[in-house]
T-cell receptor, first 114, second 112 residues
Framework: ETGVTQTPRHLVMGMTNKKSLKCEQH?????MYWYKQSAKKPLELMFV???????ENNSVPSRFSPECPNSSHLFLHLHTLQPEDSALYLC?????????????FGAGSRLTVL | DQQVKQNSPSLSVQEGRISILNCDYT??????FLWYKKYPAEGPTFLIS?????DKNEDGRFTVFLNKSAKHLSLHIVPSQPGDSAVYFC???????????FGQGTRLTINP
């Protein structure tokens, strides 16, 4: 596996479910990100982890809970979501310092909340 | 407050002609700018970037121009090819901040 891999690619869940999105990078990067892409909106930064420490939480509701157990893996735990949370969730990774300028994205997890 | 704006949601260009995609930003702290390209069912992929110390960067058919006084950048693709049909995102950051801010995207369609 190379690059940034996201699973599952598609997820349908009810508002009372608990699910998780997974991201894995094979690039030796030390920073990982979660972005949300809703229809006709810019990509919105949700969370940034640098060296496994959360350095950015962009006013994201607590029903989204990130976890970064090591520099290669990033999770987004989902619980009691709302239909408006339906979107494409993109994971990305980058180096640090000057290497942080360019993000490598995964293909995304398309989430539908019923 | 949207700091990076792409005011054209779509653009249609004839194959072989020049495609020009535009982007405006409001934050004067931004000093590094990127263009990403996204195909359906794939994540965005990095295309080209420019630092604020430059006003032009060229890579093959792709050239990015930066006008700092107008807080405007543009991406030129020439000649345009059918494989260039995708959504193009402009992004900006303050280097070291690890926070890339994206525009809404412009859907480019290259017609044969």
């Amino acid at each position: 596996e190379t690059g940034v891999t996201q699973t599952p690619r598609h997820l349908v869940m009810g508002m009372t479910n608990k699910k998780s999105l997974k991201c894995e990078q094979h690039l030796g990067h030390n920073a990982m990100y979660w972005y949300k892409q809703s229809a006709k909106k810019p990509l919105e930064l949700m969370f940034v982890y640098s060296l496994e420490e959360r350095v950015e939480n962009n006013s994201v509701p607590s029903r989204f809970s990130p976890e970064c157990p090591n520099s290669s893996h990033l999770f987004l735990h989902l619980h009691t979501l709302q239909p408006e949370d339906s979107a494409l969730y993109l994971c990305a990774s980058s180096g640090l310092g000057a290497g942080a300028n360019v993000l490598t994205f995964g293909a995304g997890s398309r989430l539908t909340v019923l | 407050d949207q700091q990076v704006k792409q005011n054209s949601p779509s653009l249609s260009v004839q194959e072989g002609r020049i495609s020009i995609l535009n982007c405006d930003y409001t934050n004067s702290m931004f000093d590094y700018f990127l263009w990403y390209k996204k195909y359906p069912a794939e994540g965005p992929t990095f295309l080209i970037s420019i630092s604020s110390i430059k006003d032009k960067n060229e890579d093959g058919r792709f050239t990015v121009f930066l006008n700092k006084s107008a807080k405007h950048l543009s991406l030129h693709i020439v000649p345009s090819q059918p494989g260039d049909s995708a959504v193009y995102f402009c992004a900006a950051m303050h280097q070291g901040a690890q926070k890339l801010v994206f525009g809404q995207g412009t859907r480019l369609t290259i017609n044969p």
